[in-house]
């Protein structure tokens, strides 16, 4: 869900000229750009690292000059600011733990813990990046977390035990699932009060909004359907039949296909949002895991289009498939019953959770290489980054 | 805890905007939702009269039993059916005591209904099952774990939902032998049942590596299952019973007919866990299962019912949400295609075991997870793991193919 947000912030964004520009002006020194931050990174991991032992002792054991401590200091400060000028905050709620685990994306750590209501599953942060927002289903409502002070600010009327959610472009109105009621409420956000609810099948939970806000699609688990939704109207315009217990709906962002996973079924269904027809359906092998284990859930996709991972749960693995051909070209090892993901803005790195190892790895996007996994509460279910 | 915040009022408003959407749907939907009349699906429910009895006041059946879960997937069938242009329905047909089974399939097929759910002993389902075949009916065996209806009297138009006794017992033998509780002390009833339970824990034990160090029988000399004062009495006549026996790691009992294993835990002579009939029971369903997404149904059968969902009312949900399921995937309400569909290489059921649940080709027997409860919590799911297979670990349990005896025709 939190790429709901960074999806409808790109969205928003092709409307938007100066979205579009900072959008475009990194493009020509990517590569450039790629290589260093890492670096810068790794620099200055170093560098604080090694500033502490550089500290003379309490009583001075070791003579060091004064000036030199502090330039090194003020080296390892500066450093350390510049990361920090590029460093996202990812949210990861606990589902079991009750809480939501703070990740600085630069030193990929977490930072800080916070307590929230019962069973925190889906997470997001809204457009104008000013609170985070988790689904406690057992609490049946949507917790507002203030994202400059991490506290819990308000709550949204989100409807019986909402799960996941999607937000309109406009980042005014938010569409949640309601797993117990078979119904999808949507909410306007900033006077916290719900709109309106579309009745859709048994146990709604993935939400997908097309890029340009007017159709939103829903999947519900024991209907095994994706339901598109008219946003304007609050009708439903099409019933796509998938494969058992779907779970998750993406649109590519150029909103020619919508992908929706189904978690028992076993395979992504992609679907075309005109025809409402499934074109394709895309099935995994992994040599020596029985088909059973191989259960699709979260779905990303880059934003140029070309590469989608998606989290295959207790197969404990990330496909990443080529988006365009719909083959896989690598599955990635990581934590156990892995759920849902999030790209850091820059996209440069993918951050997953896996709910029974109770913690987070972090895939490096351009190598297809995971590269940390970083402990955070128990049972990690979904994960947001911040933009800034 | 669950679904008691809820009130009883809002379900109704919902399905009634439920309606209004779905007309509404129609009218405007187009393409989306078909404007001619729906295609009706009629399913059958024949149940047994029998009057159950238990030892435990929470385990006294409830008179909706398993009809209430079938009604439950008819509403999830009608929720999907209402995108499709199908509408389910249930016709329930309760057996008095002498009723003639085959006479009351005959009954249901002549009502044009040929998907028949069955909650009955094996001998009345083989009679309804063999009266129904050639008229093209199609039983859903919820109710009967007799290992026999999948092997020796196996039949074409039988489809079971119901686990075996011997895909239960090996469900909880893995525990079992993963515990490395591998001395098995096992007490039998003396009702044929309790019997058919022993020889599949016997068989359990053999094929898991665990040792039965002694058997006992506990005979049923009738009487009550409960008085007044009766706890008294069964303080001091279940550790005499459970005394002198050889060294052993687990008490096991065999007990469908409720007579005696609900007394063994915390009476044992020797401090043991008790497993089987009582203690860590294996079963299809429990109702503090909420892994995988099953909270959700149990909030929904709550809701609906004002109970908890029984083993008996997942077999039969089960049943009606795989002709629902079918019913979806082949667009018909035929109920050929549906069998068809269900006897296929494309059909599997998501059930909140947290894999699919898919039918054996060789005896229409639905593979599952076992649960293993101990009437408070789920302990553990079987298979575990380690226990593996070369087709679907779920064959790890009960009868395989290489040694089935069933030939369907």
């Known amino acids: 869900m939190q790429a709901r947000l960074m999806h409808s912030n790109d969205r928003a964004g092709n409307h938007d000229m100066n979205d579009l520009a900072t959008r475009t002006t990194p493009t020509p020194s990517l590569s450039g750009g790629g290589r260093s931050k890492p670096h810068a990174r790794r620099v200055a991991r170093g560098a604080t690292g090694a500033a502490n032992p550089l500290l003379p002792p309490k009583g001075g054991g070791i003579r060091w000059g004064s000036r030199a401590a502090s330039l090194v200091l003020a080296f390892a400060l500066a450093l350390a600011f ?307 | 805890m669950i679904g008691a915040r809820r009130d009883g009022v809002r379900p109704m408003i919902r399905r009634v905007i439920a309606v209004a959407t779905i007309v509404a749907g129609i009218v405007l939907g ?55 242009n199908q509408r389910f329905a249930l016709e329930e047909m309760r057996l008095k005591p002498g009723d003639d089974p085959a006479a009351a399939a005959n009954a249901l097929a002549d009502r044009g209904v040929s998907l028949i759910i069955a909650a009955l002993d094996p001998d009345a389902l083989l009679k309804a099952a063999d009266a129904g075949r050639s008229r093209g009916v199609m039983v859903f065996n919820a109710g009967a774990s007799d290992d026999r209806l999948r092997e020796e009297d196996c039949r074409a138009n039988v489809i079971h939902t119901a686990p075996t006794r011997s895909m239960l017992a090996d469900g909880l033998a893995q525990y079992l032998a993963w515990k490395q509780w591998r001395r098995w002390l096992l007490v039998v009833g003396s009702h044929p049942a309790d019997k058919l339970f022993a020889d599949a824990l016997r068989r359990s034990a053999r094929r898991f590596g665990a040792r039965i160090v002694q058997e006992r029988v506990f005979e049923d000399t009738g009487g009550a299952r409960r008085t007044d004062s009766g706890v008294v009495q069964v303080q001091r006549q279940i550790p005499v019973f459970t005394q002198n026996a050889p060294a052993y790691d687990v008490l096991v009992a065999a007990d469908e007919s409720e007579v005696f294993a609900n007394y ?72 050929k295609d549906i069998v068809a569909f269900l006897k296929g290489p494309d059909f599997a059921l998501a059930a909140f075991k947290g894999q699919r649940l898919t039918l054996r080709p060789w005896n229409l027997q639905l593979r599952q997870p076992i649960l293993l409860s101990d009437g408070r919590m789920v302990v553990s799911v079987s298979p575990q793991e380690g226990f593996l297979h070369q087709v679907s670990e779920l064959d790890t349990l009960g009868v395989d193919q290489p040694e089935s005896k069933c030939k369907l025709d």
């Open chain 2, 264 to 335: 063994l835990p915390y009476r044992t002579w020797d401090a043991r866990p008790v497993a089987g009939s009582a203690g860590l029971v294996p079963t299809s369903w429990d109702a503090s299962h909420g892994q995988w997404g099953a909270y959700q149904m149990q909030n929904r059968f709550m809701a609906r019912f004002s109970r908890r969902m029984t083993a008996l009312d997942m077999q039969a949900w089960s049943a009606v949400r795989m002709i629902g399921e079918a019913a979806s995937r082949t667009r018909s309400a035929a109920s």
């Open chain 1, 82 to 388: 510049v990361t920090r000028a590029d460093a996202y905050l990812a949210y990861v709620s606990n589902e079991k733990g009750n809480t939501v685990s703070i990740i600085d994306t630069a030193k990929l750590e977490v930072v800080k813990t916070i307590k929230v209501g019962q069973r925190p599953r889906g997470i997001g942060l809204t457009k104008d990046g000013k609170y985070i927002l988790v689904c406690v289903g057992d609490d049946d409502t949507i917790e507002m977390i203030d994202a400059r002070t991490h506290e819990i600010v308000g709550a949204l009327p989100s409807g019986p035990d909402p799960e996941q959610f999607a937000f309109a472009p406009d980042g005014k109105t938010l569409y949640v699932a309601n797993e117990d009621n078979n119904m999808v409420t949507v909410i306007d956000i900033e006077r916290r009060v719900p709109l309106g609810e579309v009745q859709v099948g048994v146990e709604p939970e993935g939400m997908g909004l097309s890029p340009d806000g007017k159709l939103l699609v829903n999947t519900s688990e024991t209907t095994n359907m994706a339901h598109f939704i008219d946003t304007a109207t609050r009708q439903i315009v099409g019933n796509v039949l998938v494969d058992a217990r779907p779970r998750y709906a993406e649109f590519k962002r150029d909103g020619s296909e919508v992908w929706v996973s189904s978690e028992i079924g076993g395979t992504i269904s992609v679907i075309d949002p005109v025809k409402f027809e499934v074109k394709k359906k895309i099935a995994f092998e992994i040599p020596g895991l029985r088909k059973e284990a191989i259960q699709p859930v979260g779905i990303r996709m880059t934003g140029d289009g070309k590469t989608a991972f998606v989290a295959l749960g207790p197969a404990n693995r990330v496909a990443a498939i080529n988006a365009a051909t719909h083959e896989v070209q690598k599955y990635l090892l990581v934590g156990q019953r892995v759920w849902q993901m999030a790209f850091t803005p820059d996209e440069k790195l993918l951050f997953v959770t896996n709910g029974v190892s109770n913690d987070v790895s972090v895939i490096d996007v351009a190598t297809l290489r995971v590269i940390k996994s970083i402990s955070v509460g128990e049972l990690p279910w979904g994960v947001a980054i911040s933009q800034q």
């Open chain 2, 30 to 84: 187009g393409a989306a939702a078909p404007a001619a009349d729906p295609a009706e699906i009629r399913i059958g429910y024949l149940r047994q009269p029998e009057p159950k009895l238990a030892l435990s006041l929470l385990q006294v059946p409830p008179d909706n039993d398993g009809v209430a879960g079938a009604q439950l997937a008819i509403d999830d069938n009608n929720t999907t059916g209402a995108f499709l």
